[in-house]
């Protein structure tokens, strides 16, 4: 029970530190993306029902601060949470190491299906270049929050139903 409370305690800290302190005080390519942070989390260690909801929940508060279309990450949340769920009984969910690395692949596979969407759905020229220019210190800089993650209290206990 308190573990469920502090979980929900940190999931709630990270939107607002993703949605109204980071944007004001660091630059948009070296900004962490906490909210895939929190999603990653959540598929490595919630139940698939409440986590599926939730990863969809927190990629439509970064598409409403983000000011891009509504559900984009939305629906890159929910497919890369329902990815990693597939694969999470084979990961040592517990491994520091491991969920430092998994929040990399979803970083990057969360730019990936943002730019297949935009270019199936959109005609904006130049999107690639866009996309891909702040990529690598976007990418370092939330692997090094998930890193931080890490020495959180809660993610070294053990696993229960959140």
Same mark, same amino acid.
């Given at each position: 029970?308190?573990?469920?409370?502090?979980?929900?305690?940190?999931?709630?800290?990270?939107?607002?530190?993703?949605? $109204?302190?980071?944007?004001?005080?660091?630059?948009?390519?070296?900004?962490?993306?906490?909210?895939?942070?929190?999603?990653?989390?959540?598929? /490595?260690?919630?139940?698939?029902?409440?986590?599926?909801?939730?990863?969809?929940?927190?990629?439509?508060?970064?598409?409403? &601060?983000?000011?891009?279309?509504?559900?984009?990450?939305?629906?890159? &949340?929910?497919? %890369?949470?329902?990815? %990693?769920?597939? %694969? $999470?009984?084979?990961?040592?969910? #517990?491994?520091? #190491?491991?969920?430092?690395?998994?929040?990399?692949?979803?970083?990057?596979?969360?730019?990936?299906?943002?730019?297949?969407?935009?270019?199936?759905?959109?005609? @904006?020229?130049? %999107? /690639?270049?866009?996309?891909?220019?702040?990529?690598?210190?976007?990418?370092?800089? @939330?692997?090094?929050?998930? $890193?931080?993650? @890490?020495?959180?209290?809660?993610?070294?206990?053990?696993? #229960?139903?959140?």
């Amino acid at each position: 029970m308190i573990r469920n409370m502090l979980a929900l305690f940190i999931l709630m800290l990270a939107v607002v530190l993703q949605t $109204s302190v980071l944007p004001v005080y660091i630059a948009t390519p070296f900004k962490p993306d906490l909210l895939l942070v929190a999603m990653v989390y959540l598929a /490595l260690r919630a139940p698939v029902a409440p986590g599926a909801f939730l990863a969809w929940f927190l990629g439509l508060i970064k598409d409403v &601060f983000n000011g891009l279309y509504l559900g984009l990450n939305g629906f890159s &949340f929910l497919i %890369i949470f329902l990815v %990693i769920k597939s %694969i $999470s009984d084979l990961l040592y969910a #517990e491994s520091g #190491e491991l969920f430092v690395v998994t929040v990399s692949a979803a970083s990057l596979a969360c730019v990936a299906a943002n730019l297949l969407l935009l270019l199936m759905l959109t005609s @904006t020229p130049g %999107i /690639l270049y866009s996309m891909s220019a702040g990529l690598l210190p976007h990418l370092l800089a @939330t692997a090094f929050a998930a $890193s931080l993650v @890490t020495l959180l209290p809660i993610f070294s206990s053990p696993q #229960e139903a959140i």
